[in-house]
């Protein structure tokens, strides 16, 4: 499952290669899980639209669309978007959410359509984007006025003040906490483990518990792991976009996460695995408090 760091990744990469392009028309798969808006709501709003830029939002990937003049919009078409956009700014979004399995790939149109493709895009510059996922469980779905979004506080900008106050009086342990996306956008398993242990934070303690120091750490050694993902990301995004999906990433040395019985990486302690509201959980036990 693509976690923050490689939506992060996708969303510059896409940026890259399709802003400034303008949508021309759109073709839907039968499929009704991956629809989160209507298909007659996705079309009339993706179509005859520039995408000014690609940008993520907690782990969806969201594009900003803006109107272009067309000179002759079909007739039902054009009374659909009149009754339905906003005609001030001409503004919406186009919103992908990747699920487990879901890709969004820059494709030329002679390439061969792969099966479970649930959405394709025509662009102006004869390329096509393509919504592909075999799970189904990524959702597309469009805000016609561009006012998408995303609950919870976005863990890379979050301000120290704000993320203390997301855990004052919290019983629950401080790993459901930091996976609680009505807290913090897009923080999954992996990274959650992995600042806990940059922080010296045992998973299972209370989130009321932590300190205003502790939660400082934990902040920083959060944003530090996302970062360093980010950044070995970027170097491999063109061939994730082009190609076969799971492979192009470059994994992050993980110091606890899936390796239990495993020495430490600091003191040589064999990392221990718990399992927390159905989640599994590594850390160290000498190391994490
Ligand atoms: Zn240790």
């Known amino acids: 499952m693509p976690e923050l760091p490689e939506v992060e990744t996708i969303a510059r990469g896409l940026d890259r290669r399709v802003k400034g392009d303008v949508i021309e028309s759109v073709w839907l798969g039968s499929k009704p899980e991956p629809l989160k808006s209507s298909a007659r709501e996705i079309m009339a709003t993706l179509e005859s639209k520039r995408i000014n830029g690609v940008r993520r939002m907690g782990k969806f990937i969201v594009l900003d669309l803006e109107a272009v003049g067309r000179a002759r919009a079909p007739k039902r078409a054009k009374k659909f978007a009149q009754r339905q956009s906003d005609p001030a700014s001409g503004k919406a979004q186009w919103i992908v959410h990747l699920g487990m399995t879901g890709r969004l790939l820059v494709s030329p149109p002679s390439e061969e359509i792969a099966r479970h493709t649930h959405a394709i895009v025509k662009l102006a510059s004869g390329r096509e984007l393509r919504f592909v996922d075999p799970r189904r469980f990524g959702r597309i779905s469009v805000a016609r006025n561009g006012d998408f979004e995303a609950r919870g506080d976005e863990p890379l900008e979050v301000a120290l003040v704000?993320?203390?106050?997301?855990?004052?009086?919290?019983?629950?342990?401080?790993?459901?906490?930091?996976?609680?996306?009505?807290?913090?956008?897009?923080?999954?398993?992996?990274?959650?483990?992995?600042?806990?242990?940059?922080?010296?934070?045992?998973?299972?303690?209370?989130?009321?518990?932590?300190?205003?120091?502790?939660?400082?750490?934990?902040?920083?050694?959060?944003?530090?792991?996302?970062?360093?993902?980010?950044?070995?990301g970027g170097s491999s995004v063109s061939d994730y976009v082009d190609a076969d999906g799971e492979e192009g990433f470059f994994q992050l040395q993980h110091r606890v996460y899936g390796r239990e019985g495993e020495p430490c990486l600091v003191c040589k302690t064999p990392i221990k695995r718990v399992v927390i509201a159905g989640r599994s959980s590594h850390y160290c036990p000498k190391c994490q408090k």
């Open 162 to 232: 704000r993320f203390v106050g997301l855990f004052r009086g919290r019983k629950t342990p401080i790993k459901s906490a930091l996976l609680n996306q009505k807290l913090l956008r897009g923080v999954g398993n992996i990274y959650a483990d992995e600042s806990l242990f940059r922080a010296g934070v045992r998973p299972r303690r209370r989130a009321a518990s932590l300190t205003r120091a502790e939660l400082g750490l934990l902040r920083s050694s959060l944003q530090e792991v996302l970062k360093e993902a980010i950044a070995l």
